[in-house]
C-alpha cells in the first residue's frame, strides 16, 4: 500500500477522534442525551408502552418521571420502576428493548431496571 | 504501571521504503496470554482484558462494526473475575474521550439485535449491565 494512503486514512483517524473528544465532553450536557438514553436501555430490562393517561395516573400515584425523559423532543415520560412496584392494573405493552423504532415512537413507557 | 496508549497520538504511519505500516496505538493494549495449539502451532493469545477494550475503543461502522463488537461480546463471555479486575484497572487509566466511548458501545452491545453465527447479545444482557455499573462506579 502506497504511504500517501496510509497518511490519509490517519488524518481520517484523528479527524474522528477529534469529533469523539468534542461528543465526550458533551456526555452529561444535551449534546450527550442519546449516551445516557443509551446506558439508560441498557440497565433496563423490560420496556413496557403506555398511555399518556396510565403516565398520569403513574404521577398522580407518587412516581417521578425520570429526568432524560425531559430532555428529548418531544419529550416523553420515562418511569423507572422496579417489577414489583409497577401498579396491577398497568399491563402496558411489552416492546424489545432492541426495537429502537417502539422505543423511539413511545410517548410514555415504564423501564423496569435489571 | 501499565500505560494506556492513546488512539491518535499513537498511531502513526511506518514509512518503510518496502513496506509502509499503519501502526495502531491501542494494539499497545495487548498483553501476552495463554498459548493454545491449533492445527500443530503454538500460538500465544493475548489476554482477554487488553485485547476487550481495544474491541470496544477501536472505531467502526456498520455491519463489520456490529460484528466486531459480537467480538468483544464472546471475549466478555470467556472472562473470568480476574479478567474483569484487570479490565477496571485499564479503564481507570483511559482518557475521559475513551472512556465515554467504552461505556458507549457496551451499552450499545446490551440494545443489539442477534446475528447469526455471532454470540447472541440479549442472552447477557444480565452480564452486561453489571460491568456496565462497575466501570461507571469508577469513572464517577
Known amino acids: ?114 | 504501571m501499565l500505560d494506556v496508549p492513546g488512539e491518535t497520538a499513537d498511531t502513526y504511519v511506518l514509512d518503510d521504503p518496502t513496506l509502509p505500516l499503519l501502526v495502531f496505538g491501542l494494539l499497545g493494549l495487548l498483553r501476552e496470554g495463554a498459548t493454545i495449539e491449533a492445527g500443530g502451532v503454538r500460538v500465544r493469545l493475548p489476554k482477554p482484558a487488553g485485547l476487550l477494550v481495544e474491541k470496544l475503543l477501536t472505531e467502526r461502522a456498520g455491519l463489520k462494526g456490529e460484528r466486531d463488537l459480537l467480538v468483544a461480546l464472546g471475549l466478555l463471555i470467556q472472562c473470568g473475575e480476574a479478567d474483569v479486575i484487570e479490565l477496571e484497572q485499564l479503564f481507570r487509566r483511559l482518557p475521559l474521550d475513551a472512556r465515554t466511548m467504552l461505556l458507549a458501545n457496551l451499552a450499545l452491545l446490551s440494545l443489539m439485535q442477534p446475528l447469526p453465527d455471532m454470540p447472541d447479545p440479549t442472552r447477557v444482557r444480565t452480564d452486561v449491565d453489571a460491568l456496565l455499573k462497575r466501570l461507571r462506579g469508577l469513572a464517577r
Open chain 1, 1 to 114: 500500500m502506497n504511504s500517501d494512503r496510509l497518511h490519509e486514512r490517519l488524518r481520517g483517524i484523528r479527524s474522528r477522534v477529534a469529533i469523539r473528544k468534542w461528543e465526550a465532553r458533551q456526555a452529561m450536557h444535551a449534546g450527550g442525551v442519546w449516551f445516557r438514553l443509551e446506558l439508560l436501555l441498557a440497565s433496563t430490562r423490560r420496556a413496557l408502552v403506555i398511555t399518556a393517561e396510565e403516565a398520569a395516573a403513574l404521577r398522580a400515584a407518587g412516581f417521578e418521571p425520570h429526568p432524560l425523559g425531559g430532555e428529548i423532543e418531544p419529550p416523553k415520560s420515562l418511569f423507572v420502576v422496579a417489577e414489583e412496584s409497577v401498579p396491577a392494573l398497568m399491563a402496558g405493552r411489552e416492546v424489545a428493548i432492541q426495537d429502537a423504532r417502539q422505543i423511539l415512537l413511545a410517548p410514555a413507557m415504564i423501564l423496569i431496571p435489571f
